[in-house]
């Protein structure tokens, strides 16, 4: 089981936790358990296609799993995953 680190804008999707613990065997696999035990997740985590919605950066133990494989990116016990929203604006 992974874990999964949540950042303080999804927090209440997820009944106000920092951290969930997910199955998977995979990137695509773990956050998929997350949405599915969390559904307000689903449309915040990925797009119709399936794919991680394009402002959402997801990291494996501080890789950036879109340099890896993606949502393949294997996922072994013990692993973290960190969800870190793209932030945008300034002046």
């Given amino acids: ?16 936790e ?12 773990v956050l998929k358990s997350l949405a599915s035990d969390h559904p307000q997740t689903q449309s915040q985590l990925f797009a119709a296609d399936g794919e991680l919605n394009r402002y959402v950066n997801v990291y494996l133990n501080d890789e950036d799993v879109r340099v890896l494989d993606g949502l393949q ?7 973290t995953l960190v969800i870190l929203p793209a932030m945008a604006g300034g002046a």
């Avoid at 089981?1 to 106000?16: D, E, N, Q, W």
């Avoid at 920092?18 to 696999?29: L, Q, R």
């Avoid at 990116?73 to 692993?79: H, I, K, L």
């Fill in 73 to 79: 990116t294997a996922v072994g016990e013990g692993d």
């Fill in 18 to 29: 920092k951290t969930v613990s997910a199955d998977g065997s995979n990137v695509g696999e």
């Fill in 1 to 16: 089981m992974a874990t999964v680190k949540i950042p303080p804008v999804l927090r209440p999707s997820v009944g106000g």
